[in-house]
């Protein structure tokens, strides 16, 4: 079965679109088929992978065009579902429907069977939308940055979960990821521990700021391709001849999730 995976937070600025290619090229480098669904109306997929943007959502929940006439293919076993401002009429479609969430989710379901995993990239604000797009998935997870401001963009993420579920729709489980992690500033040390401190092993190793993160759009590149033994990818050395977290270390993870899954 597919593995529809939400990439979430309520604020911005945190790493959510570029973890949400990152980790979806690297599974499609694996050899999974997998969809990157543009649900932001930033549309900043299409901008990371050097593609045009376009109403891709749009066209296909609000105007209900085939899928696979909508998906645009970016790299070998990796399509997207492009987004654009019009994903602001989808918004509307649900909002004004009856159970229009919950129709969004089975309408995602049933068309996105043929792919291995689907990445759900959600914009920074709550939204029928993102509702919607967390009761599809069966894993939730949150990248942020280790400052006070945007720890409070996890606690809006968790208070929607906890919204969904009293109706019925909870994740099989959540993780949350720590971006811009910078190892020697006492503020992102600090806050890395109080995540782990709220949620334990929900909580995975960082990824430390990398300038090769923001390069490698700029190229029209993934991260894989412009730079693929910095320290963002392959995490940091701990001083013992070990590295500590990166997004392959978070990529394996999500490889153990996609093999366990029934």
């Not at 932001?40 to 929940?61: A, E, T, Y």
């Not at 649900?94 to 043929?114: N, P, V, W």
């Amino acid at each position: 079965m597919s593995r529809i995976i939400a990439v979430a937070n309520q604020k911005g600025g945190v790493g959510k679109t570029t973890t949400t290619v990152i980790l979806g090229s690297g599974l499609a480098a694996q050899g999974y088929n997998t969809l990157l669904a543009d649900l932001d109306s930033q549309g900043h997929i299409c901008h990371m992978l050097n593609l045009p943007k376009s109403g891709g959502v749009k066209r296909w929940f609000y105007d209900e065009e085939p899928l696979d006439q909508l998906i645009v293919k970016a790299r070998p076993n990796l399509w997207v579902l492009p987004g654009d401002k019009t994903t602001e009429r989808v918004i509307g479609k649900i909002r004004d429907e009856s159970y229009g969430e919950e129709a969004f989710a089975e309408m995602l379901k049933e068309q996105t069977k043929a792919f291995d995993v689907i990445l759900l990239d959600l914009a920074p604000s709550l939204s029928n939308l993102q509702v919607a797009a967390l009761i599809a998935s069966q894993y939730i997870l949150i990248p942020t940055r280790l400052r006070f401001t945007d720890l409070d963009g996890v606690q809006e993420v968790m208070r929607s979960l906890q919204q969904i579920a009293r109706h019925g729709h909870k994740p099989r489980d959540y993780f949350i990821l720590p971006t811009f992690f910078d190892r020697v500033a006492n503020e992102t040390v600090t806050r890395l521990r109080e995540l782990v401190a709220a949620f334990g092993s929900h909580v995975w190793p960082p990824v430390v700021q990398d300038i090769k993160v923001a390069e490698a759009p700029g190229h029209g590149l993934t991260l894989w391709e412009h730079a693929p033994s910095c320290n963002a990818l392959l995490g940091y050395p701990n001083g013992n001849g070990q590295r500590v977290g990166g997004y392959a270390h978070a990529l394996e993870r999500l490889a153990v999730l996609m093999e366990g899954l029934d």
